[in-house]
């Protein structure tokens, strides 16, 4: 499934309701995850999987999945999930089924005879050769009679509308029945390039990358490394692209490695001092399809450079203000008593 069709009542329910937000967090996570695969929301096998296979199968951790409750919970060696829609998965097969007959079918059959009784009574009867001079019914030349009843087959126009759907009509005479009806071919983003195998791929399996969170996470974060990026949607070919680049990327890449990411093109050095180029594609496309050259650039532009992350870079010491030393703390009677005093022995005289 594509799409995730979760009732609005379920989060009303005592199951959700009675859950911890991380709880909760994580079964969206198992239940979008099961959505994808069809598995009648039950994870089979899974209880010995470590952290690392947990984080790229579903995006959550071993932990979270140990804390069991009433919205996941492991019946042996499986994984229960709450709320999985199975009938909205039944519709779907019972769809998918349909079509498969109409692609085996490729339209109403053609028939090796034509069904008449004009001028004949059965299929197996001879053509009649006589010929009558009003209507020339039975005439092997052809009339416009004979040719009507022999052209008495099915016409089938496709018509392409405005949207890019195939209409069809069907111009069958009375008596005969309709084929079964043609589930209309489902439209791809953008309608680029249909025959091309990664957009057909993607289109069908990965329409939604929200039902992979990791995926999810490493477009948004590659999107941010050039802010003209995200200005417009993916293209079917786009996400096939990324979606690549995430698998062959993972478990390599980490948040250091997308903030040098970011700061290689917002940088403006094109040649280091040997004057080798530095190589920045200016297309997401690109950038995702060859993501690991792209990657081997930015590092050669870090030593370049001596880039350091933000979080190794030592903060600069905010200057402070010299203090006045502190003293004793004199009342000002015994201070104007001790200034008498003190001119008195100076012989200066008068008061202070």
Not at 102 to 122: A, F
Not at 219 to 232: G, K, Y
Not at 246 to 271: F, I, K, N
Not at 284 to 306: I, M, Y
């Amino acid at each position: 499934m594509e799409y995730m069709n979760i009732p609005t009542a379920l989060f009303s329910s005592p199951e959700f309701i009675g859950a911890e937000p991380v709880q909760r967090a994580t079964w969206i996570a198992l239940l979008a995850w099961c959505c994808e695969q069809e598995n009648g929301g039950i994870i089979e096998g899974c209880r010995s999987w470590g952290m690392r296979r947990w984080m790229q199968t579903c995006g959550v951790t071993d932990q979270e999945i140990c804390d069991e409750n009433e919205l996941y919970h492991f019946d042996g060696d499986n994984l229960i999930v709450f709320g999985y829609p199975h009938e909205i998965q039944e519709t779907l097969e019972v769809k998918r089924k349909i079509a498969r007959e109409n692609g085996k079918l490729g339209g109403r059959p053609k028939k090796t005879h034509v069904e008449t009784n004009i001028g004949t009574n059965t299929e197996t009867e001879e053509k009649p050769t006589s010929v009558s001079k009003k209507t020339y019914v039975g005439s092997e030349i052809g009339t416009e009679i004979e040719t009507n009843v022999q052209n008495r087959k099915k016409e089938r126009k496709e018509e392409r509308n405005i949207g890019g759907e195939i209409t069809t009509v069907d111009s069958t005479p009375g008596g005969e029945s309709p084929a079964a009806p043609v589930l209309p071919a489902p439209s791809f983003p953008n309608r680029e390039r249909l025959n091309d195998v990664r957009g057909m791929r993607c289109a069908d399996n990965h329409a939604d990358l929200g039902a992979s969170p990791g995926a999810a996470r490493f477009i948004a974060a590659t999107l941010e490394i050039n802010p003209s990026w995200s200005r417009t949607l993916l293209t079917a070919i786009e996400q096939a692209a990324a979606l690549e680049a995430y698998q062959s990327a993972q478990g390599r890449v980490t948040p250091r490695d997308m903030e040098m990411l970011r700061a290689y093109y917002a940088s403006g050095l094109t040649h280091d001092r040997s004057n080798k180029a530095f190589w920045r594609p200016d297309s997401r496309r690109k950038f995702w399809e060859c993501f690991g050259d792209v990657l081997t650039h930015a590092d050669r532009w870090a030593k370049e450079t001596r880039w350091k992350p933000a979080a190794a870079r030592k903060k600069p010491k905010t200057e402070q203000a010299p203090q006045q030393p502190e003293g004793p703390v004199v009342e000002t009677d015994t201070a104007a008593a001790e200034i008498r005093e003190l001119r008195e022995e100076m012989g200066l005289g008068g008061e202070a």
